[in-house]
C-alpha cells in the first residue's frame, strides 16, 4: 500500500516533504556514534568495553536509521517490516546498555548468570516482534503504524529503559564509593553520560509514540530531541578517550577522532537547507569547536609529555646497558685481580706469622712490631679480598650454599664467644641473651651463618667507642622465623645511611673515620646471603650517636 | 572447544538468531501474506454522517469532509493494488468482508473537529 499523501522517495532516505530537523537529528548523530564506536573498537578490539561501545553505537544507529526511513518511505509493507524493530533495538540497547555500565564499573566482564537474565529480559520483545501485540496495521493516511501499536508492549520498553537506567545508576554508585579520585571522576561522567542518554532517548521516543497513540499529535517528531542524547554521551565518551584514557585510545588517535567529528559537523552546511537547520548547524560547531579546542589542548599537552618521557626512557634504557656493561668488567676484573692478589697474601701472612714466630731467628723488637703491622694490614687486606670474591660471586650466581639442621643459638653463642676478647680489647662489654620458645633449629648454611654473625657482631665493635654491644636471640614459633638483634651503644645511622647501608659500597659518610679498613661490601654479602638462605637483615637507629640494632632473620626448622 | 566458545558466545548468538527469526516472521506477515489492517481515510457525506473535517492546505482555506475506513490489507489490495487513490472499490466493504468497518467523528472528543450538522452521533458502523 502506498501512503498517497506523500511524496516518493529517493535514495531509500531523501523526501522533501519532511521536518527540517530530520536529517539534522539523524545523519549526523548516526555518524558520530559509528565513528566513535568503530574507532574505540580498533584501536583496541580485545577489550571488551570497547566492543561493547560498538555494539551500542551500532543497535543506536540501526534505531535510527530505521527511524529515518520511516519518516521518508510511504511503502507500508516496507515500513511495517520495520516498525516492530524500534522496540527490538530499544529494547537491545538497554541491555547493552546495562552490560556496558557494569564492564566499565567493574573492570571485568559480567557472569554467565547475569548474561541469561539480560537475554531472557530482551526475549519476550523478539519473540512477539512479529505479533499483534507489537504492531497489527498502518493508516496510510498519516503514513504510520502509531495507532496500531501494542500498549503493553510500548510499555514494557518503556519499564526496561527505566530498569536499564536504575541498574547502570546502582553499578555506577557502588563503583563509585570504592574508587580512587581519578576514577571517581571517570564515573561521574560515564553516569552523565549514560543516564542522560538513557533518559532523553526513552522519554522522548516514548512520549512521541505515546502522544501520536493518542491522536494529541499527527507526527512524532518530538522524538528527534530524544537522538541527541547519543551525541551528548558519545561527547563524553570522548573525554573519557582523551582525557582519562579510557578504552586504551592513543592520543594522536584522538585528536583524528575529534577532527572527524569536527568535519562531519561542518559538512552539514552542504546539505542543510532551512534556516533553522542552518542555524542549529552554527550552533553545534561553535560548541563542537570550543570542545575541540578544550581536548586538543588536553591531547597536545600529553603528546608533548610523552615525547619528553620517551626521550628519558631512551636515555636510561642506553645508560643502564652501559652500566651493566661496566658493572659485569668491574666484577670480572674484581674477580680476576682478587685470585691474583689471594696468593701472594697468603704467602705474606704465612711468612710474617712464622717470622713473628720466630721460625727464622729472633729479631729486635721493633722489627717485631713492624712484622706484627704487616700482619695486621694482610689481615684487613685478606678480608677485603674475600668481600671482593663474594661480591663477583653473588653477582655471578655462583655462590654455593651447602644447607644443614644446626642449633643457631649455639652457633651464635660461640661466635660471641670468638668476637669477645677482641671486644674487650677495644673496652665493650659483649652480652649474649636468648629469649627462644623452640629449639632453635635452622636448616642453612653453617659457615655462611657464622660469617654473617661475625660481621655484624664485629661491625658493631668496630663502630661503638664505649658502652656495650648485646647479642639477644628471640623467636615465632607461629610464623617459624628465629631473630639473632645485635644491639649496641655506638655511632648509629641517619635515616639516610639506613636507605643506603645494605648497598655495594653503602657505607656511612663518616665510617671511614672510625673504622678505616672496610670495604663498604660486608653488609651487601651478608644481606645477600641471608635472603640466599630464606632470610633477611634489618637495621634500625634512632639517629646519629643513638647506637643501632641490626636483626637477622632465618626461617626456624620445626 | 566448539561447546566452550558456544556458551561464551550464548548471549550474542541467542540474540541474533531470535533476531534473525523475528525479521523472517515479520516479512513473511506484512510482505508475503499482508496479514495486517489498514486505515485510510474515505469520502463522507456530512448530511449523512459525523465526518471528520481535514484541511486542504497548510492554511486550512479550503477543508474536506472524511471519515476512516479500516479493512485487512490482503483484501483491499486484491481489488486495489499498491495505490488506493483511484480504486472506488476502496470506499466499500466488499460482500461478506470481514475485518472492514468505518469510524466516523466523535463530536464528544476534543480532539476531534467534526463537521457541524444537527443530530449526528458518532458511530463505528460495522458493515456486513
Not at chain 1, 406 to 435: I, Q, T, W
Request: aromatic residues 10%.
Amino acid at each position: 500500500m502506498i501512503c498517497h499523501y506523500f511524496e516518493e522517495t529517493s535514495y531509500l532516505i531523501f523526501a522533501s516533504d519532511v521536518p527540517p530537523l530530520l536529517y539534522y537529528s539523524h545523519i549526523p548523530v548516526i555518524a558520530i556514534a559509528l565513528i566513535v564506536g568503530l574507532f574505540v573498537f580498533l584501536n583496541e578490539p580485545k577489550l571488551k568495553l570497547n566492543r561493547l561501545l560498538l555494539t551500542i553505537s551500532v543497535i543506536f544507529s540501526a534505531w535510527t536509521f530505521i527511524n529515518l526511513i520511516a519518516w521518508t518511505n510511504i511503502n507500508s509493507q516496507l515500513l511495517l517490516g520495520i516498525w516492530p524493530f524500534f522496540a527490538v533495538f530499544s529494547s537491545l540497547l538497554a541491555i547493552y546498555t546495562i552490560y556496558f555500565v557494569r564492564v566499565f564499573a567493574t573492570g571485568k566482564d559480567i557472569s554467565g548468570d547475569m548474561k541469561w537474565i539480560l537475554t531472557l529480559l530482551v526475549l519476550p520483545v523478539l519473540i512477539l516482534a512479529s505479533t499483534n501485540l507489537s504492531v497489527s496495521g498502518f493508516n496510510i493516511s498519516d503514513c504510520d503504524a502509531f495507532g496500531f501499536e501494542g500498549e503493553i508492549y510500548n510499555l514494557y520498553i518503556m519499564v526496561l529503559g527505566v530498569v536499564a537506567m536504575l541498574w547502570a545508576a546502582y553499578d555506577l554508585i557502588r563503583a563509585y564509593t570504592k574508587a580512587t579520585v581519578l576514577r571517581k571522576k571517570q564515573i561521574l561522567l560515564m553516569g552523565i553520560g549514560v543516564e542522560l542518554f538513557l533518559a532523553m532517548f526513552f522519554f522522548f521516543t516514548y512520549i512521541g509514540s505515546y502522544l501520536a497513540n493518542a491522536g494529541h499529535t499527527t507526527d512524532s517528531d518530538i522524538e528527534f530531541y530524544g537522538l541527541f542524547g547519543m551525541a551528548f554521551f558519545m561527547a563524553i565518551m570522548g573525554v573519557l578517550i582523551v582525557k582519562f584514557k579510557s578504552f586504551s585510545v592513543g592520543a594522536s588517535a584522538s585528536t583524528a577522532l575529534i577532527l572527524a567529528l569536527l568535519i562531519l559537523t561542518a559538512s552539514q552546511f552542504t546539505y542543510v537547507e532551512s534556516r533553522t537547520g542552518l542555524g542549529v548547524t552554527a550552533v553545534t560547531m561553535v560548541l563542537s569547536g570550543i570542545l575541540a579546542i578544550v581536548l586538543l589542548r588536553s591531547v597536545r599537552k600529553e603528546i608533548s609529555q610523552r615525547k619528553q618521557l620517551e626521550e628519558l626512557t631512551g636515555d636510561l634504557g642506553r645508560a643502564n646497558t652501559r652500566l651493566k656493561e661496566l658493572d659485569k668488567i668491574k666484577s670480572e676484573f674484581v674477580s680476576i685481580a682478587s685470585h691474583q692478589l689471594r696468593s701472594p697474601i697468603t704467602s705474606i701472612r704465612g711468612y710474617t706469622s712464622m717470622l713473628l714466630e720466630g721460625s727464622f731467628g729472633k729479631f729486635p723488637e721493633k722489627a717485631n712490631q713492624a712484622l706484627g703491622r704487616i700482619d695486621a694490614s694482610a689481615k684487613h687486606m685478606t678480608v677485603a679480598i674475600e668481600d671482593y670474591l663474594n661480591v663477583s660471586r653473588i653477582e655471578a650466581g655462583n655462590m654455593k650454599y651447602e644447607l644443614s639442621d644446626f642449633n643457631f643459638k649455639d652457633e651464635m653463642s660461640s661466635v660471641c664467644e670468638d668476637v669477645r676478647p677482641a671486644a674487650l680489647k677495644e673496652g665493650l662489654v659483649l652480652l649474649f641473651r636468648s629469649d627462644l620458645k623452640g629449639r632453635a633449629i635452622v636448616n642453612a648454611d653453617l659457615n655462611k651463618t657464622v660469617q654473617i654473625a661475625h660481621n655484624l657482631i664485629n661491625n658493631s665493635v668496630k663502630y661503638t667507642k664505649k658502652g656495650s654491644i648485646t647479642v639477644f636471640m628471640r623467636d615465632d614459633i607461629k610464623q617459624k622465623r628465629i631473630y639473632m638483634d645485635i644491639i649496641d651503644t655506638g655511632v648509629g645511622m641517619s635515616q639516610e645511611t639506613l636507605h643506603t647501608i645494605f648497598e655495594k659500597f653503602g657505607r656511612a659518610k663518616d665510617a671511614s673515620k672510625t673504622n678505616t679498613a672496610g670495604t663498604g661490601l660486608g653488609l651487601f654479602v651478608a644481606l645477600k646471603m641471608a635472603q640466599a638462605m630464606g632470610g633477611t637483615i634489618t637495621a634500625h637507629s634512632e639517629g646519629e650517636g643513638k647506637g643501632s640494632r641490626f636483626t637477622l632473620e632465618l626461617p626456624l626448622q620445626m | 572447544m566448539v561447546l566452550s566458545s558456544l556458551a561464551k558466545y550464548s548471549m550474542p548468538i541467542s540474540i541474533l538468531l531470535f533476531l534473525t527469526l523475528a525479521a523472517g516472521a515479520t516479512f513473511v506477515r506484512f510482505t508475503v501474506q499482508q496479514d495486517y489492517m489498514v486505515q485510510y481515510e474515505i469520502d463522507c457525506d456530512s448530511s449523512q454522517s459525523s465526518c471528520f473535517v481535514g484541511c486542504e492546505d497548510d492554511e486550512c482555506t479550503e477543508t474536506y469532509d472524511y471519515a476512516y475506513k479500516f479493512r485487512y490489507a490482503k483484501s483491499i489490495f486484491e481489488q486495489c493494488g499498491e495505490d488506493i487513490t483511484d480504486c472506488d472499490a476502496a470506499q466499500t466493504c466488499a460482500a461478506g468482508e470481514a475485518k472492514c468497518s468505518d469510524l466516523f467523528c466523535d463530536p464528544t472528543d476534543e480532539l476531534n473537529e467534526c463537521s457541524t450538522l444537527d443530530d449526528k452521533d458518532s458511530s463505528l458502523e460495522q458493515s456486513v
